[in-house]
């Protein structure tokens, strides 16, 4: 059940993270594909390896999950090659890269403020050293 409501979950916030850029102009050629950092953990093992990881983690509950904001997948429509925006393997393009990043950054915390706001997810910014947004999801 838990792994149902975390897919459908999953499917909300890309079909408005999807729509966000579409409305923006920037799909023309592209997609783009968020990264999923953490999704289900063990409450044994992983989770208490985890530097300040509760041991009441939505993770662990199959109710959380973290959403990259460093990383990004750019899918080409034709040919669906891929371009991972954020990797840091492309340095001299690390001024696209920001661009690119702080843009599609914009539009996903948009999709997940609207989803917070609406009480279908509780979104957590886990402070500077993070490099994910935490999404709980609140749907039984």
Known sequence: MADLLITQELKSISDAFQKKIHDAGLSSEWNVRFIVNSLVRASKG???QLPGASADSPHTFGMGF??????FDLIHKKDNAFIMIGSGENAGQASRDAAI???LNCLLVEV???????????????????HHYHVTSLKP
């Open 46 to 48: 992983t989770n208490k």
């Open 66 to 71: 973290d959403i990259s904001n460093i990383r």
């Open 101 to 103: 990043l702080t843009t």
């Open 112 to 130: 997940l403020e609207e989803r917070h706001a609406h009480k279908d997810i509780v979104l957590t910014y886990e402070g500077d050293s993070k």
